[in-house]
């Protein structure tokens, strides 16, 4: 199974500041990788695929960076709505497996 | 729009089967260009990837779960479903369904989701 690490746990920032999360993976992963966003009481949300790709409807801000067993979720600038939980997750390999999250939270 | 949508019980028994359903509306569901999984977070917690039924009919259960779990499709009714047997104080979750887009070779994201439907294991 590969494990995703998330860091770090936490992220305090403001609005306006640039947030940058990272997922490691225990093996190579290639480019299979995704990034969601959670909200309270809400489904994850799909933001980037295949590593550096925005899904559909998803803002310029949100960007995602590397391959093989690093990788980066930036968000440029925080908007008050980016304040979540953010996983990451592979489908490299069965079974399909998730980052234990980064919570941006406002400071 | 797609939307998906699960039903079932909301709270379970020690050693009896859980049995959810999801129905999928407003979009294609016996096309082959999608697979359909079972995902679940325990209160609080990170997600877990449970099982998933592949185009033509193959089915992936994630290992830890194996022994217990079952998913199923009804193409008429556009519904699949989830059992997982011998429910312990461990499986309370929110269970969710979603739907990942497939091309000729591969199965990509979780792009839809259902809202989550919360199973609480207590006698």
């Known amino acids: 199974e590969i494990v995703l690490t998330q860091s770090p746990a936490t992220l305090s920032l403001s609005p306006g500041e640039r947030a940058t999360l990272s997922c490691r993976a225990s093996q190579s992963v290639s480019s299979q990788l995704a990034w969601y966003q959670q909200k309270p009481g809400q489904a994850p949300r799909l933001l980037i695929y295949?590593?550096?790709n925005r899904a559909t409807g998803i803002p310029a801000r949100f960007s995602g960076s590397g391959s093989g067993t690093d990788f980066t979720l930036t968000i440029s600038s925080l908007e008050p709505e980016d304040f979540a939980i953010y996983y990451c997750?592979?489908?490299?390999?069965?079974?399909?497996?998730f980052g234990g999250g980064t919570k941006v939270e406002i400071k | 729009q797609l939307q998906l949508q699960e039903s079932g019980p909301g709270l379970v028994k020690p050693s009896e089967t859980l049995s959810l359903t999801c129905t999928v509306s407003g979009g294609s569901f016996s096309s082959t260009t999608y697979c359909w999984d079972w995902i679940r977070q325990p209160p609080g917690k990170g997600l877990e990837w449970i099982a998933t039924?592949?185009?033509?009919?193959?089915?992936y259960y994630n290992p830890s779960l194996k022994s217990r779990v079952t998913i199923s499709v009804d193409t008429s009714k556009n519904q699949f479903s989830l059992n997982l047997r011998f429910m312990t104080a461990a499986d309370t979750a929110l269970y969710y369904c979603a739907r990942r887009y497939c091309n000729t070779t591969t199965c990509y994201y979780f792009d839809y989701w259902g809202q989550g439907t919360l199973v609480t294991v207590s006698s």
């Open positions: 039924m592949y185009r033509g009919g193959s089915t």
């Open positions: 997750q592979q489908r490299s390999n069965w079974p399909l497996t």
């Open positions: 295949d590593a550096s």
